[in-house]
């Protein structure tokens, strides 16, 4: 990848080609950014919010076991949490603390694939990670929120719609992300642009969307598993592990893909820096310390010079 994926293109340049996406090169990318130092970086931090997730909720692990236990059913319990780890907790600092960290996890991908497009991969940059954090932090939540809820209005139909709701959604807002993370798009803004950007390779993402669903198949069926048949303490390591590997490999095979069809916008931004991540300056034009009047006998240079920054003649 260019260390600089956004340069402009030249105005007397050919017209690109549609950018041709390779499911093979989006997964190698997911592999790339996974075993990278940043990538690594990311997993630490997911897989510590996984486990801290999961003390929280031993205690609702428990009523689990309890009431097949009541129901008669005879089931494993290798898999229940012990004691110790089981917190008293009251109810509104249990229901206030998944918010946090889904807060946290947003904020790591966030990090997650600002670092990738930029080419970071010798761990997290600070100016990169922290340029208006907390704003595009916000904003991703809260979209993320919506489109979870658009992917399970399949539930009101009975689950079948659910199959139809979910990969539409997912495929058609799957840069929604990215586009907020690295350009700073609002809200809807960034809903929109996915849908732009998707367009005319939708059928590439729904195949990688497959492959993800596969592969979060299986690492489900290995922790509901794990779950019944090993001690509890194995089983939080395991799928907190295997959750982190899924979701860094995902935000690098979909970066990726982001930034493969970002050099193809018609419109054409400036090189990406850690002061300038969003294309919100396409228009702007670059100051000259001086110009020439090709009007005048002499060809000579004006002594009037365009003070961009006074905005006024010096």
Avoid: C
């Amino acid at each position: 990848m260019s260390s600089n994926p956004f340069d402009d293109v030249a105005d007397d340049a050919p017209p690109q080609q549609p950018a041709d996406l390779s499911i093979g090169n989006l997964l190698s990318a997911g592999i790339r950014f996974l075993t990278s130092t940043t990538g690594l970086q990311i997993f630490g931090l997911l897989v510590v919010v996984a486990l801290i997730n999961q003390v929280v909720s031993a205690s609702s692990l428990v009523q689990f076991f309890t009431a097949f236990e009541e129901a008669g059913v005879d089931i494993p319990d290798a898999g229940e949490p012990p004691s110790a780890l089981v917190l008293d907790l009251p109810g509104p600092v249990v229901s206030a603390i998944p918010i946090l960290l889904g807060v946290v996890v947003q904020t790591a991908k966030v990090i997650a694939v600002r670092s990738f497009a930029a080419d970071e991969l010798d761990g997290i940059h600070s100016e990169t990670a922290t340029r208006r954090l907390g704003v595009a932090v916000g904003i991703a939540f809260i979209g993320g929120v919506l489109l979870t809820i658009a992917q399970f209005v399949g539930v009101l139909g009975f689950g079948i719609g659910l199959l139809i709701t979910y990969p539409l959604v997912w495929v058609l807002f799957v840069f929604y992300l990215q586009e907020v993370s690295i350009r700073d798009r609002g809200l809807f803004e960034g809903m929109s642009e996915s849908l732009d950007l998707t367009d005319g390779h939708r059928a590439t993402i729904l195949g990688l969307g497959v492959i993800f669903a596969v592969i979060g198949g299986v690492v489900a069926i290995v922790t509901t598993v794990g779950l019944l048949f090993i001690p509890w303490t194995a089983y939080a390591g395991v799928s907190a592990v295997l959750s982190g590997i899924v979701t860094v490999f995902s935000l690098g095979a979909v970066t990726q893909a982001w930034v493969e069809l970002d050099r193809h916008r018609e419109e054409q931004v400036g090189p990406m820096s850690a002061d300038n991540l969003a294309d919100d300056q396409g228009d702007s034009w670059q100051e000259t310390d001086e110009w020439t009047d090709e009007d005048s006998g002499t060809g000579g240079q004006q002594d009037d010079q365009w003070n961009s920054d006074d905005d006024g003649w010096s």
